[in-house]
């Protein structure tokens, strides 16, 4: 299965939640001590793209190696839907020795989502795995990644973990119940689309898949 078709597959199944992958990154922390500058960090914190993008670029000819800065840039590109640049400038603070959570987050969900790079992505995805390792976000993206190579045995306990750790995580809950309806694991599958309905009662993929299971028993 192709890039394409992954991504409508799931779009599909999120119908409810929202389908793009990015949307689940997280801004740049912004804490006095995570500030390149308070004046084009302030306009990163409201969404002026335009400002924010000006004054880092600025930032960044007057002090080429503030990793802070670069990953800042690459958010406000991202944010723009300029991509390329977002990893170009994601990977220069990387390059420049930042360590952080939400930056290794954001570039492994780039290279998911936008180059279709599992592989990078899952590189990326893991250091991020590494510093927060109980967190449920980080465990259900690189249990997607697996699951967009198709690699649903490591897809999986990601997933698992994920719902253990935040019961209310509706994405992870629904691919789990799609990896069970279509293993034919239906007591499980059946469970797990329950609980999708009880956390968005107007998700018509849980409805639907649970009429399947339905008709599958009354036979």
Partial sequence: MNRKTLLAVLCSLLISTGCSLHDRGRPPSTTVETVCNREADLYLEKGQWDEAI???????REKPDLALAHYHLGYAYGSKGLHDREIEEYERARQLGLQKFDLFYNLGMAYAEYLGNYDRALAVL?????????NADILYAVGLVHWFKGVESEAVPKFLKATHLDPKHIEAHVLLGEIYSRREQYDFAKATWEIVLELDPSNEMARKRLKEIRDVHAR
């Avoid at 000006?54 to 960044?60: N, P, S, Y």
């Avoid at 893991?126 to 109980?134: F, L, N, V």
């Fill in 54 to 60: 000006a004054l880092h670029q600025r930032i960044i």
């Fill in 126 to 134: 893991k250091q991020a795995e590494s510093m927060e390792p109980e």
